[in-house]
T-cell receptor, first 115, second 111 residues
Framework: GAGVSQTPSNKVTEKGKYVELRCDPI?????LYWYRQSLGQGPEFLIY????????DSGLPNDRFFAVRPEGSVSTLKIQRTERGDSAVYLC?????????????FGPGTRLTVL | KQEVTQIPAALSVPEGENLVLNCSFT??????LQWFRQDPGKGLTSLLL?????REQTSGRLNASLDKSSGRSTLYIAASQPGDSATYLC??????????FGKGTRLSVIA
């Protein structure tokens, strides 16, 4: 069956540009998460959606970052005025169950490089 | 604030050896713990999910244990193979909240 997919797989942009990263979760999964992973580190939480609404956006580093999930399925992470420090792998995950059976499934990630 | 630590940071073993990866967390009020595998340049593959009420989970040559009260989990890999070489990440979850990850253990199995 289809897993979580993310596009593009790689994105190279210049400092100051705007980028959009897309995540297609597993069909039927109501929860969707965005994480960011820097080299040699574990993923760090950015934002979490339950359905269409952002249930927790406390991990977004500043107001240049925001994400949407207008129909409760596909999500887009948007970064304005990119900075070199934004370079990282952006991972998306989705899950179906709640509580202690909330197993998250991850996509392959988008590697963002800001020159 | 939950913190997750994984020891060792890197491990190199000869093929066929049994090995243990360690994970510790500071807040025992967790709902579950997941172990993931990450190959270079790839996303995360879920290996095992242990619910808070469980003590261990097994999948093939992998066995993960959970001791919530002491804030520890171990991932045991039996009869290691070169194909097991990857980074192994431990993450704890509390309900629907985001996972908190350790930095991972980079495993190399030498043929």
């Amino acid at each position: 069956g289809a897993g979580v997919s993310q596009t593009p797989s790689n994105k190279v942009t210049e400092k100051g540009k705007y980028v959009e990263l897309r995540c297609d979760p597993i069909s039927g999964h109501t929860a969707l998460y965005w994480y960011r992973q820097s080299l040699g580190q574990g993923p760090e939480f950015l934002i979490y959606f339950q359905g269409t609404g952002a249930a927790d956006d406390s991990g977004l580093p500043n107001d240049r970052f925001f994400a949407v999930r207008p129909e409760g399925s596909v999500s887009t992470l948007k970064i304005q005025r990119t900075e070199r420090g934004d370079s990282a792998v952006y991972l998306c995950a989705s899950s179906l169950m709640s509580g202690d059976r909330n197993e998250q499934f991850f996509g392959p990630g988008t590697r963002l490089t800001v020159l | 604030k939950q913190e997750v630590t994984q020891i060792p940071a890197a491990l190199s073993v000869p093929e066929g050896e049994n090995l243990v990866l360690n994970c510790s967390f500071t807040d025992s009020a967790i709902y579950n713990l997941q172990w993931f595998r990450q190959d270079p340049g790839k996303g995360l593959t879920s290996l095992l999910l242990i619910q808070s009420s469980q003590r261990e989970q097994t999948s093939g040559r992998l066995n993960a244990s959970l001791d919530k009260s002491s804030g520890r989990s171990t991932l045991y890999i039996a009869a290691s193979q070169p194909g097991d070489s990857a980074t192994y990440l431990c993450a704890v979850g509390s309900g629907n909240t985001p996972l908190v990850f350790g930095k991972g253990t980079r495993l190399s199995v030498i043929a």
